[in-house]
């Protein structure tokens, strides 16, 4: 069976420590959604961080929610689903230091190898969302919205959501503070069965750029 | 008379049920690939989709946030009397779009490809498109909406007559691994080829494979049907389940159309339709009575037709 765990959030040092790859986390507290506007903004256009971002939340989800203002100023959470995250490897580095970020939450999971250089070192870790997505699932474990940033300049999709969670849940964890990951073990065990599909199939006779990188090749 | 406001309302309410209902095939389909897959992992996370599926439809709620790049296909029955003109049925198409995008919400993703900029209610520039379709002797309007997201699990290579069966084989081995792996293509999905026609036309013809026939349908060519079953069945050998994970959970079904190409080429595109396999229709008959269904209907005798005429 797989290990089940509830984390409450700001997570502390100790309990990040103790995530096993292939866990199932549900988490309560406080998660923000920030993605490439949101990035953009802050490392690049100078733009500050929402006043006690750092003490409220260590947790990133990459995401864009199904919301819609109502007329009294909330707003109404439909779906949550994470969007793939290897896109914003380039931000991440300078992103945890700034905000103190310890666990990155969104679709895919990252290279293992910035798992190593950029998560772990700083002692952050990556959960993966389930499916994908659990959409409904992680809209039923948003309780509310705390507050949105940028929402005028970014609109929906790439504002800054923060959303108080319940039982926020499932994701499965991705990396650990080795910088293991679960994706690449699983994609190691996939590959040693990837040559034997091709065995016995004639190449095509036209080949493309990307099956070699030589731009001054022939593709016949 | 088929009114703009009825085929607003019908068009508002399949974009609720797409976002919402997964539909039964699919369902159906993943659950006895379900009962295929023997690793934990992708076991498990077959299962939280389920779970998921019965929470959107509990709390009427989307499945999946990323509602993608919802769109129209409209085939108008040869009798069908309806007001507006064919102007006013795409008017009515972008208003239902608008309306389903805050109330339901959907996710306004529709942006400028270049500047960005957005309505925030999925209405823009080319966008929703709308495909049209007819059909002889009948009265009434078929509007079936997908919803379909848009970045992975989709592609397209021109191959040659003499690449033959095995050029198919790889180009759809290379797909699915490269979107399969870390599930970008969020399979378990519904896999559709295109084969043949213009280059338009072949990703047209692979994209309706995948998102307007249901699990269990076969090409009516008994030779394409066996294709598609063999087809699926190597999709599902390559040992990769949800995500990525080892598994044997790739397509929930494989569809194939074909349209008659160049001489000299066999272009291919494949699709991949997700685990929210999303699609609703409505028919709005001529005394304005509306059925919904998931089944979209889309590709009939008529539609397939390979002659000049059309008797039935």
């Not at chain 1, 290990?3 to 986390?25: F, T």
């Given at each position: 069976?797989l290990?089940?765990?509830?984390?409450?959030?700001?997570?502390?040092?100790?309990?990040?420590?103790?995530?096993?790859?292939?866990?199932?986390?549900y988490l309560?507290?406080i998660?923000?959604?920030?993605?490439?506007?949101?990035?953009?903004?802050?490392l690049?256009?100078?733009?500050?961080?929402?006043?006690?971002?750092?003490?409220?939340?260590?947790?990133?989800?990459?995401?864009?929610?199904?919301?819609?203002?109502q007329?009294d100023?909330?707003?109404?959470?439909?779906?949550v689903?994470?969007?793939?995250s290897?896109?914003?490897?380039?931000?991440?580095?300078?992103?945890l230091d700034?905000?103190?970020?310890k666990?990155?939450?969104?679709?895919?999971?990252l290279?293992?190898?910035?798992?190593k250089?950029?998560l772990?070192?700083?002692?952050a870790?990556?959960?993966?969302?389930?499916?994908?997505?659990?959409?409904?699932?992680?809209?039923?474990?948003?309780?509310?919205?705390e507050?949105?940033?940028?929402?005028?300049?970014?609109?929906?999709?790439?504002?800054?959501?923060?959303?108080?969670?319940?039982?926020?849940?499932?994701?499965?964890?991705?990396?650990?503070?080795?910088?293991n990951?679960l994706?690449?073990?699983?994609?190691?065990?996939?590959?040693?069965n990837?040559?034997s599909?091709y065995?016995?199939?004639?190449?095509?006779?036209?080949?493309?750029?990307?099956?070699?990188?030589?731009?001054?090749d022939?593709?016949? | 008379m088929?009114?703009?406001?009825?085929?607003?309302?019908?068009?508002?309410?399949?974009m609720?049920?797409?976002a919402?209902d997964?539909?039964?095939?699919?369902?159906n389909?993943?659950?006895?690939?379900?009962?295929n897959?023997?690793?934990?992992?992708?076991?498990?996370?077959?299962?939280?989709?389920?779970?998921?599926?019965?929470?959107?439809?509990?709390?009427?709620?989307?499945?999946?946030a990323?509602t993608?790049?919802?769109?129209?296909?409209?085939?108008v029955?040869?009798k069908?009397v309806?007001?507006?003109?064919?102007?006013?049925?795409?008017?009515a198409?972008?208003?239902?779009?608008?309306?389903?995008?805050?109330?339901?919400?959907?996710?306004?993703?529709?942006?400028h490809?270049?500047?960005?900029?957005?309505?925030?209610?999925?209405?823009?520039?080319n966008?929703?498109?709308?495909?049209?379709?007819?059909?002889?002797?009948a009265?009434?309007?078929?509007i079936?909406?997908?919803?379909?997201?848009?970045?992975?699990?989709?592609?397209?290579?021109?191959?040659?007559?003499?690449?033959g069966?095995?050029?198919?084989?790889?180009f759809?081995l290379?797909?699915?691994?490269?979107?399969g792996?870390?599930?970008l293509c969020?399979?378990?999905?519904?896999v559709?080829?295109g084969?043949?026609?213009?280059k338009?036309?072949?990703?047209?013809?692979?994209?309706?494979?995948a998102?307007?026939?249901?699990?269990?349908?076969?090409?009516?060519?008994?030779?394409?049907?066996?294709?598609?079953?063999?087809?699926?069945?190597l999709?599902?050998s390559?040992?990769?389940?949800?995500m990525?994970?080892?598994?044997?959970s790739?397509?929930?079904?494989?569809?194939?159309e074909?349209?008659?190409?160049?001489?000299?080429?066999?272009?291919?595109?494949?699709h991949?339709f997700?685990?929210?396999?999303?699609?609703?229709?409505?028919?709005?008959?001529?005394?304005?009575?509306?059925?919904?269904?998931?089944?979209?209907k889309w590709?009939?005798?008529?539609?397939?037709?390979?002659?000049?005429?059309?008797?039935?």
């Open positions: 069976m290990n089940k765990v509830s984390l409450d959030l700001p997570a502390s040092p100790e309990a990040i420590a103790e995530l096993q790859l292939g866990s199932i986390v309560n507290g998660v923000y959604t920030a993605r490439e506007g949101v990035y953009d903004r802050i690049n256009g100078g733009d500050k961080l929402p006043e006690g971002l750092r003490s409220s939340s260590n947790v990133n989800f990459h995401c864009s929610p199904a919301a819609a203002p007329a100023g909330s707003f109404h959470i439909g779906g689903t994470a969007t793939a290897f896109r914003f490897s380039k931000y991440l580095a300078d992103w700034m905000t103190q970020t666990i990155l939450i969104g679709k895919g999971g290279t293992e190898k910035d798992y250089e950029i772990a070192p700083r002692g870790v990556y959960l993966t969302t389930v499916g994908y997505g659990t959409g409904a699932l992680l809209g039923r474990g948003v309780a509310g919205v507050a949105v940033h940028w929402l005028d300049e970014l609109g929906i999709a790439q504002a800054m959501w923060m959303f108080r969670v319940k039982d926020f849940g499932p994701f499965l964890v991705d990396s650990d503070l080795e910088g990951s994706f690449a073990q699983q994609g190691q065990l996939v590959n040693e990837i040559e599909l065995e016995g199939l004639k190449e095509p006779a036209l080949h493309r750029y990307g099956e070699t990188r030589d731009r001054k022939e593709l016949m | 088929i009114t703009n406001k009825l085929i607003e309302d019908a068009s508002y309410e399949i609720r049920r797409a919402i997964i539909p039964e095939d699919y369902l389909g993943i659950k006895s690939v379900a009962k897959e023997k690793e934990q992992l992708s076991s498990f996370v077959i299962e939280s989709m389920i779970e998921n599926y019965e929470a959107a439809t509990e709390d009427r709620r989307p499945m999946c990323d993608g790049l919802p769109r129209y296909y409209v085939k029955g040869d069908a309806f007001d507006g003109g064919f102007t006013g049925i795409e008017r198409l972008r208003s239902a779009t608008a309306r389903a995008t805050h109330d339901v919400p959907l996710r306004p993703n529709r942006v490809p270049l500047w960005r900029t957005e309505h925030n209610n999925n209405v823009g520039i966008s929703p498109e709308v495909e049209w379709s007819f059909e002889p002797e009265d009434w309007i078929d079936t909406t997908v919803h379909k997201g848009g970045l992975f699990g989709t592609d397209y290579r021109m191959l040659f007559p003499g690449d069966i095995d050029g198919i084989k790889r759809l290379d797909t699915l691994i490269s979107f792996k870390r599930g969020c399979q378990p999905a519904i559709g080829i084969l043949g026609g213009s338009d036309t072949c990703m047209q013809l692979g994209k309706q494979a998102c307007l026939r249901v699990v269990g349908d076969r090409n009516p060519d008994p030779e394409i049907a066996k294709l598609e079953l063999e087809l699926m069945e999709g599902n390559i040992g990769m389940g949800p990525g994970f080892v598994g044997s790739m397509a929930v079904d494989l569809h194939i074909v349209g008659y190409t160049h001489t000299g080429g066999m272009p291919i595109s494949v991949t997700c685990l929210s396999s999303r699609r609703a229709t409505a028919r709005i008959h001529a005394n304005g009575e509306i059925e919904y269904r998931t089944d979209p590709f009939t005798p008529y539609h397939r037709r390979d002659t000049i005429g059309w008797e039935e």
